[in-house]
């Protein structure tokens, strides 16, 4: 155990190990930004004393893209901060996560209403299941072996790609409803993102992001290593939460 913020605490944990597997958590109430980097610091520097054999960071989708994609330019300032250290080094780059949509399904519940910052809703975009990215970085951690530059990047999303309409029709199978996906305003975005408790900075860097993703920057990286999970969307939100 360690607090992230916390360098020493943080090495003393690394050290002696065979692999680590590194995330960056973003806190959305406080100062996503600067919390972040003080954090990608902290494991950069951690990393650099102890030097794990196998390590690998999850990533974003559109880490390759150097401005304009909101929260994930956190991820590519955590892929540029590792890229120093010298150690078998891997970066997954996860697409969106389908279990993200969850946060929907009280609307979907009680109005047959799926509001999508995805437009236009029938536009299909890359996503995978948390767990099949939970699979793949437990598979890497076992492949240490000697430093290799640059390090791997390797991409990951489902089996196949949806839209936010491939969403609510997985919704109304489930609820035995009808359920719409419809596009949410581009000017209630920050009103209905605050409302859900991000702060005015996370709020911004989220609508940055999707803006990327509706312009169609958030996508592997072109000639990139791509591997497909096997959890369907259906599958990843078959067990719906009863409140």
């Known amino acids: 155990m360690a607090d992230l913020g916390d360098e020493r605490a943080v090495t003393a944990a690394f050290r002696g190990a065979d692999a680590a597997l590194v995330i960056c958590p973003l806190r959305p109430s406080g100062d996503v930004e600067g919390e972040a980097g003080r954090v990608i610091d902290v494991l950069g520097a951690a990393l ?13 989708y559109g880490a390759h893209v150097p401005a304009g994609t909101g929260i994930t330019l956190i991820l590519r300032r955590l892929e540029e901060r ?3 250290v010298s150690t078998n080094m ?18 979907a519940r ?14 299909p975009f890359p996503t995978v299941s948390a767990f099949d990215v939970g699979k793949l970085a437990a598979e890497l951690l076992e492949l240490a072996g000697e430093s290799r530059r640059p390090p791997r990047v390797i991409h990951i999303e489902g089996p196949r790609r ?8 997985s919704f109304a199978r489930s609820l035995g409803r009808a359920v719409t996906a419809v596009e949410l305003p581009r000017e209630q975005w920050a ?7 991000l702060s005015e900075g996370y709020a911004r860097l989220v609508m940055e992001l999707q803006d990327a993703h509706n312009a169609g920057l958030i996508d592997a990286e072109p000639g990139g290593e791509v591997r497909r999970g096997t959890t369907e969307l259906e ?3 078959d067990d719906l939460p009863s409140a």
């Not at 969106?96 to 399904?105: A, F, S, V, Y």
């Not at 109005?111 to 536009?123: I, K, Q």
């Open 162 to 169: 949806y839209a936010a309409a491939d969403v609510a029709a």
């Open 235 to 237: 599958q990843a939100l």
């Open 82 to 84: 590792l890229r120093a």
């Open 110 to 123: 009680s109005r047959g209403v799926l509001p999508s910052l995805h437009h236009p809703v029938t536009r």
């Open 48 to 60: 650099e004393s102890t030097r794990p054999p196998s390590v690998v960071a999850i990533s974003d």
């Open 90 to 107: 891997t970066f997954v780059r996860s697409a969106e996560h389908m279990q993200n949509w969850l946060r929907r399904l009280r609307a």
């Open 191 to 197: 009103p209905g993102l605050s409302a859900g408790g």
